[in-house]
């Protein structure tokens, strides 16, 4: 891994240690050869897998408690942020919820390559899976990178989250976001309690986390079914 990412992470958490970084490591390289026949992710050079996936995902460490936390990745892709911080994070338990089959597909071989017990994977829709597995209001954190706008993040996560549950949502901008989220903010219960700017160690490029906080309880319509959300976000 870069030394300057690695110095980065080692300066800011005391469990990244060497067994974590070897197991980055072999994440790494499973990723870049499944990736050179199914596409999982655009980022293909080493340092930008270690900045833009692995820093950008362990910053969310920050954050979060590491003992018995229930842990929600919404559109996790190839494991960003979740599969990243259920390596470091032991103690939690971790759901990766991807509805593409060939990143499930590669996040099950990497879960199982890497033996990792706290982390699940399932290829399902978000508003599906709460309603099958009756998970309404269950976890205690959510987190979520940039794939959606903030209004339709919020009616996707929160309403897994338990009340004092918090979205760990990371934006590159999101001030114009904020302002079109203000009435699904009110219409779910939750409120950002804080932005945190950071910088990505190799490019020094600005990133950004919004950390939301779940107020009251959620109405069990929400979330919406994905046509109905795209319809009329809330």
């Excluded at 992710?41 to 408690?65: C, G, P, Q, V, W």
């Excluded at 597995?133 to 205690?140: G, L, Q």
């Amino acid at each position: 891994m870069n030394s300057l990412v690695v110095e980065t992470l080692q300066m800011q958490f005391k469990a990244f240690n060497l067994d974590v970084l070897t197991k980055m490591e072999i994440y790494k390289s499973e990723l870049k050869e499944y990736n050179s026949h199914t596409n999982v992710t655009a980022l293909i050079h080493d340092d930008e897998i270690d900045e833009k996936h692995y820093f950008d995902s362990l910053i969310l460490n920050r954050f979060m408690s590491e003992s018995g936390q229930r842990v929600i990745d919404i559109g996790s892709g190839a494991g960003f942020p979740g599969l990243v911080l259920g390596i470091l994070q032991k103690e939690n338990y971790f759901v990766l919820v991807e509805s593409i089959a060939k990143k499930t597909r590669f996040l099950a071989q990497i879960t199982s390559k890497l033996e990792l017990p706290n982390i699940e994977i399932y290829s399902k829709r978000a508003e599906e899976l709460i309603k099958e597995k009756n998970w309404h209001e269950t976890f205690d954190f959510g987190v979520c990178r940039a794939v959606a706008s903030l209004n339709v993040m919020l009616e996707l996560v929160i309403p897994y989250l338990k009340v004092g549950g918090k979205l760990l949502a990371q934006k590159v901008n999101y001030e114009d976001e904020v302002k079109l989220a203000e009435n699904a903010l009110k219409e779910l219960g939750c409120e950002i309690i804080e932005v945190e700017e950071y910088i990505l160690p190799i490019t020094n490029q600005k990133r950004f986390v919004l950390i939301i906080e779940k107020k009251s309880e959620t109405s069990k319509k929400y979330p919406r079914t994905v046509k109905q959300i795209i319809k009329k976000p809330l």
